[in-house]
């Protein structure tokens, strides 16, 4: 996995499933720096923030063209992610200042403990949409749970900032069970946050912690951006549920992994 020529078709699929579901960034990606590059979990966070903020620009830029980006929602829980996870960036650098062996080590069993989270949220979402679980859709702007969806990008952008894990599988989890959105248009909004969202983590992560290495992720970008290009364009087309399913999966094989 640590071949050079491996890293852009690993950013490739990780991007397409992006762009297609809003998941997969750093539930992916993550753990792969970690277990299959032996990249310390703190700079395995940064540098997945780091390419994981490109690639969601780029998916954002498409949903936008698209139609499929709620503004205020995505303005709402930026409110409360964006100050949070640069509240958890301090918080880590820190602790990582005492005794970073042992932020490590909780850090990369705090990675392994969201990965079980997102899937549990996943299947729970899943489950929802089998038995036919809707929430009504507002009209208006008054009738947004503006309250809650703050809420939301606090706890999201905070537990993003620590372990790069979040944007997307935790936060559109959250978003079914509060605002109902149409498929398209609830991966679009989420995009969109979690650009903001991880952008600002990314950028604290350079500047405070220098853990970001530059190099790794540009050769991620350079087979993610086309791949959330792609994956954004075939939401409309492609059945999400069987991708849903198959990621979760594969969060719960990692987690028992990074949990060991």
Known sequence: MGADWLLPIYGLAVGMLVGLTGMGGGVLMTPLLVLGLGMPATAAVGTDLAYSSIT????????????????RVVRA??????????????????????????????????????????????LQKLWRARRGAVDPLPDHLESYPTGKLIG???FG?????????????LII???????????EKLVGTDVAHAFLLVGAAAIAHFFV?????????GKLLVGSIPGVLIGS????????????????VLLLTTAVTMLR
């Open 56 to 71: 969601k620009l780029a998916g954002t830029w498409q949903h936008w063209r698209q139609g499929t980006v709620d503004i």
């Open 77 to 122: 829980m930026a409110i409360g992610s964006v100050p949070a996870t640069l509240v958890a960036v301090a918080m880590l650098f820190l602790l990582h200042s005492v005794d970073a062996t042992a932020v490590e080590v909780v850090l990369e069993r705090s990675i392994g403990v969201m990965l079980v989270v997102a899937a549990a949220l996943m």
């Open 152 to 154: 939301i990008g606090a």
């Open 157 to 169: 952008g905070f537990l993003v900032g620590l372990t790069s894990i979040g944007s997307g599988s």
């Open 173 to 183: 989890a959250l978003l079914v069970i509060t605002i109902s959105l149409t498929p």
């Open 209 to 217: 912690l220098q853990d970001v290495d530059v190099a790794l992720a």
């Open 233 to 248: 364009r075939l939401t409309v087309w492609v059945p999400r549920r069987p991708l849903q399913v198959g990621l979760a």
